[in-house]
T-cell receptor
Framework: DAGVIQSPRHEVTEMGQEVTLRCKPISGHDYLFWYRQTMMRGLELLIY????????DSGMPEDRFSAKMPNASFSTLKIQPSEPRDSAVYFC??????????????FGQGTRLTVV | LAKTTQPISMDSYEGQEVNITCSHN???????ITWYQQFPSQGPRFIIQGYKTKVTNEVASLFIPADRKSSTLSLPRVSLSDTAVYYC?????????????FGAGTRLAVHP
């Protein structure tokens, strides 16, 4: 397996534009996580899915952020409209549930988003 | 979820053993302790996980005392490439689901 694949790797957009980040989890994994990382706030969990169902989106900063997982092999994180403070590295991760133990999550390379 | 406390930063030199301790006083009975490593410009990477006593793999060892209120990640003979941020996670299993919450981590700098 090629691991967790995120696209694009880099995104530069103007304030007010819609941004869509994409993630392909590892085949067979039933958890998918979206994180945002900044120097100030560290690694923040935004939302996670189990079997394509959103379980906890309490980390989503505001209504401008939305995430979907239409099937087991694809997820999107959308920001509309984007703002400069959304600039960060966004990571997607996936894992396989083994009943609480061995919760090894595999992370993608991240998408570096810059909103100007 | 159990709160974790670990040093913000540590410095070491090549060839030395590095021990990073994480405190988790309110760890629950069913909680596992997991450590991740993150290099600059990369996502975190799983290092090791344990429940009690000692766990060792090809990368590190994890020591967990009997009361499980702390744990120590041990990196033998570090090299410059071990410079990274190390995260301790506890209580990732919440409400029947795996919820991976990362703290601030420990920034390890290995010097020549």
């Amino acid at each position: 397996d090629a691991g967790v694949i995120q696209s694009p790797r880099h995104e530069v957009t103007e304030m007010g534009q819609e941004v869509t980040l994409r993630c392909k989890p590892i085949s067979g994994h039933d958890y998918l996580f979206w994180y945002r990382q900044t120097m100030m706030r560290g690694l923040e969990l935004l939302i996670y899915f189990n079997n394509n169902v959103p379980i906890d989106d309490s980390g989503m900063p505001e209504d401008r952020f939305s995430a979907k997982m239409p099937n087991a092999s694809f997820s999107t994180l959308k920001i509309q409209p984007s703002e400069p403070r959304d600039s960060a590295v966004y990571f997607c991760a996936s894992s396989f549930d083994r009943g609480g133990m061995n919760t090894e999550a595999f992370f993608g390379q991240g998408t570096r988003l810059t909103v100007v | 979820l159990a709160k974790t406390t670990q040093p913000i930063s540590m410095d070491s030199y090549e060839g030395q053993e590095v021990n990073i301790t994480c405190s988790h006083n309110n760890i629950a009975t069913n909680d596992y302790i997991t450590w991740y490593q993150q290099f600059p410009s990369q996502g975190p990477r799983f290092i090791i996980q344990g429940y009690k006593t000692k766990v060792t793999n090809e990368v590190a060892s994890l020591f967990i005392p009997a009361d499980r209120k702390s744990s120590t990640l041990s990196l033998p003979r570090v090299s410059l490439s071990d410079t990274a941020v190390y995260y301790c996670l506890v209580g990732v299993f919440s409400g029947g689901y795996n919820k991976l919450i990362f703290g601030a981590g420990t920034r390890l700098a290995v010097h020549p």
